[in-house]
């Protein structure tokens, strides 16, 4: 008994002084990031919404200054990043979700609609999008451009600088294997360019014939895989050229923010050897042909049109942004199936997509293959895990295969949540894969009559798929909170 006592595991709960320091700061970071829909509120004159944005950031500041003074000189623990980055997500959606609420949204809404943005989601509840206020649907596509970016990103880019703290704290929300250099090279980067396609999306766009608007939030929220549009008929209305664009900004989107350095650096081989744009560009040319073929064997359409209409809507469900050029409960059974792969593959690892990642889809293809290759060699052979031209450990796998898991279940079991309620199990199943792949993509289910507790349930969603799940559990976890901590003597001093 003493053997085993010895030999288990030592684990420590969070330290409040940390989270709280951590959280603090990047409670101030979006303080600041609120800053631009404040301006671009005063400029409308629309003061009654002005006054409670103003009230949020001042409020997010203060404590962000009060927590977040001085930085602990020690090293965060992996269970105190995983809660800080959610409770960042968390409050934030409730805090911006309150000016919403000026415009005489519901508290419910507001934060659906709150919680869909900083998601990267694009789900709304609201019926008639361009009946609403300038200042809301800018807010909305705002919160989605930050969420795209990622307030980790940010914070250990301009606050956290180098070191294991930076590295776990953007961990997070990106793959080590992406990193290059120091963890505030990689910040600068990743901004830069994601700033970078931002501003070129909103110009094309503009150059289409767009006015300002809806350059403007169309742009932010393409780049962000948002897929937030301030039209009714999302891109169903625009001109082909404009959809071109829009779809084109999306699937840059859907890319590793480091492969256009990648690129920009000269390294051109980067574009044709990495397997997730592969990957990405082959699921969509399937998802689109099998939905073209669909549309134009119903006679509805002409081939042109169907294909059209079949890549916009694959694209958009690949790189997760959810614009829809046609309305997708129109779609007949086998096109729905097809667009809820996409959805649940989402994009490539360190891009603003949501999904499972197409990264972790072609690790467990390329596991499969490995035990079916395994069963033809010899009992004790050694067969090494090097796929994708890269070596695997055993823990990588394992982390890679549990997210996989998590997942498929929750979206199972917020599927089961449906039933109940008579709704259409295919449809049901379409709305759950997009709130958890923060896809944006509808039958029509999501609206203003779904009931509050599955409004609550998507909700739910959309923030396990953008926090992946785990850091969720952590939160969750009473051991997470409560149990013996690091001391002076056990914490290790950061040089």
Known sequence: MAVEKHLAPVSYAVRPAVVARYFGSLCLLLALSGLVPLVFVLLLQDWVYAFRHALVCVALGVFGFLAGRGRPNVEVQRNEALVIVALTFVVAA????????????????????????????????????????????????????????????????????????????????????????????????????????????????WLTGLDWFGALTLGLAAISTGGYSPYNASIGGLDGSTQAVVMAVSVCGAFSMLLYYRVWRGEWRALAGDPELRALWVFAALVAAGIALSLWRSGGMSPVDALQAGVVTA?????????????????????????????????????????????????????????????????????????????????????????????????????????????????????????????????????????????????ADMLLGRLEIVAILVCLAPRTWFGRRRGPDTQQTLE
């Open 94 to 205: 409730v805090a911006f979700a309150l000016p919403m609420m000026a415009r005489g949204l519901p508290f419910a809404t507001a934060l659906f609609e709150s919680v869909s943005g900083i998601t990267t989601t694009g789900l709304t509840t609201i019926a008639d999008v361009e009946a609403q206020d300038k200042s809301v649907l800018f807010t909305a596509a705002w919160l989605q451009w930050v969420g795209g970016l990622g307030i980790m990103v940010l914070g250990f880019a301009l606050l956290f600088g180098q070191g294991v703290n930076a590295m776990r704290l953007s961990g997070v929300l990106t793959e080590p294997n992406d990193m290059l250099g120091g963890t505030r090279a990689h910040g600068r980067i990743v901004f830069a360019v994601y700033c970078s396609l931002t501003f070129a999306g909103i110009l094309l766009l």
């Open 315 to 459: 694209l958009s469900a690949q790189s997760t942004t959810g614009f829809s050029s046609l309305p997708v409960e129109s779609f007949d059974p086998a096109s729905k199936l097809l667009l809820i792969f996409s959805m649940l593959t989402g994009g490539g690892v360190g891009s603003t997509a949501g999904g499972i990642k197409l990264l972790r889809v072609l690790i467990v293809l390329s596991l499969i293959r490995h035990l079916v290759v395994r069963s033809r060699v010899p009992e004790h052979a050694v067969l090494p895990t090097r796929f994708l031209g890269r070596n695997w450990s055993d823990d990588a796998l394992l982390g890679v295969l549990l997210v996989v898991i998590l997942h498929l279940l929750v979206v199972a079991l917020s599927w089961l949540a449906f039933m109940p309620y008579g709704y259409a199990p295919l449809d049901a199943l379409f709305e759950v894969v997009s709130a958890t792949g923060t896809v944006g993509l509808s039958t029509g289910i999501t609206s203003a009559a779904l009931p509050l507790p599955l409004q609550l349930v998507l909700i």
